[in-house]
């Protein structure tokens, strides 16, 4: 049969039961979208990672606790070990541009008998220098606030609107942890940054943090060397840090030091490692699919039994019917790719503006992987699932095929 023959014969048989084949393609519909959908909200949050990264500027590096074999550079079970006399210590070296330790906690925050919770940051003054962020009202954190461990705090653009409205908010008092604070300024409209809304953040100094919250370590040290080397900063850490924790010759680091080449690379990792997971899960629905095309193609075969008999008495031969029914399958398969393929492409795009209305700074591209590899699939299960019922269909004995009732 000729290729034209074999689409109209197909696309005729598919026509007669619309209803039938709509549930069929309806699988293979819904993994193709699945696995667009997926890639493509993993790639458009590596790039978001990336750039969040990048946009600390170069020579960053991170020190957080744990020991590098813990394999995440962010565990919460890692024990603790660094400490704000570890910063002060790296903050000495003529070879360091800009240091700070932090300690993050969740927390509430009353004003004007407002209760609001946002995200306390103990820090310093080199915050707004990392992040390029700088207040709208008042001043932000002195060191001598930090050395002094003083009462003061300085609000993100939400939780200042939230406690005193269109109020100056700087020189008012706002109770946090059950300690009275002095409000000495408001960041500007800064949105998110990671996966944190910087506009809920609570700034105080990261000594007083460490008072209140009754912790004797930092969460993690950022730092910026004036070396040409990033490796060379990040060995010279490292020698300070250990000769601190007098760790000997041959011992693991207690640390986890970290350029930002690495935790591009690492952040590249998660993503990726998540995208196969989701994906992988997202592909049983197409083999859920295409056990759902073999059996509606053996239903088929088993109704055109006197078709295929008559067929094949006129002359027809056993591969003629072989390549009908399996091009009926390829066509079936075929179709639901292409609309799993534009569903993937509109629920990909109403996906990421949806995210981009909670977290500005994600952007909408289509994974040319997940694309391909809809369109690859699609055919290869149409040739896979559909072989058999058609096989079955080519060996009919055309003389009991026409005895069929």
Do not use: C
């Amino acid at each position: 049969m000729h290729v034209r023959d074999l689409i109209k014969s197909a696309m005729d048989s598919l026509l007669r039961t619309k209803g039938r084949t709509a549930l069929t393609m309806l699988g293979i519909v819904i993994g193709i979208t699945s696995v667009i959908l997926v890639l493509s909200i993993a790639e458009a949050a590596e790039r978001y990672i990336v750039s969040t990264v990048n946009s600390f500027g170069s020579g960053l590096i991170m020190v957080a606790n744990g020991p590098p074999s813990s394999g995440s550079f962010t565990s919460a079970f890692a024990e603790e070990v660094l400490t704000y006399d570890d910063l002060k210590a790296i903050q000495q070296k003529s070879w360091i541009d800009l240091a700070i330790a932090s300690v993050e906690q969740t927390d509430k925050i009353i004003a004007n008998g407002i209760e609001r919770e946002g995200k306390v940051t103990g820090t310093m003054p080199d915050e707004i220098k990392f992040y390029d962020i700088k207040p709208a009202e008042g001043v932000f954190l002195a060191q001598e606030d930090v050395d002094s461990r003083s009462r003061v705090t300085v609000l993100g653009y939400e939780i200042a609107r939230d406690l005193y409205g269109d109020e100056n908010a700087v020189g008012k008092t706002a109770r946090i942890s059950r300690q009275n604070f002095r409000v000495i300024g408001v960041m500007e409209k800064t949105g998110t940054r990671g996966f944190d809304n910087v506009d809920r953040n609570i700034y105080i100094p990261v000594t007083s943090a460490l008072d209140m919250y009754s912790k004797k370590y930092v969460q993690a040290l950022v730092i910026r060397t004036n070396l040409l080397s990033i490796t060379d900063g990040m060995r010279r850490i490292q020698d300070v840090l250990r000769d601190r924790h007098n760790i000997d010759l041959g011992e693991e680091d207690d640390f986890n030091v970290l350029s930002q080449e690495e935790l591009v690379k690492t952040a590249t990792q998660i993503t990726d490692i998540l995208g196969i997971l989701l994906t992988a899960i997202a592909a049983i629905s197409l083999v859920v699919g295409g056990i759902g095309i073999m059996n509606i193609m053996y239903v088929t075969v088993t109704e055109r039994t006197r078709e295929i008999g008559l067929r094949k008495a006129l002359g027809a031969r056993s591969r003629d019917v072989l390549a009908q029914f399996l091009f009926e399958a390829i066509v079936l398969t075929g179709i639901g790719g292409l609309i799993g393929v534009l569903l993937g492409i509109a629920f990909s795009f109403l996906a990421i503006v949806a995210i981009s209305s909670f977290q500005s700074g994600w952007t909408f591209s289509i994974s040319t992987t997940g694309m391909a590899l809809g369109f690859i699939v699609s055919a290869t299960i149409g040739v896979v699932f559909g072989y058999a019922p058609a096989r079955k269909a080519s060996n009919l004995n055309p003389i009991e095929a026409l005895r069929k009732e």
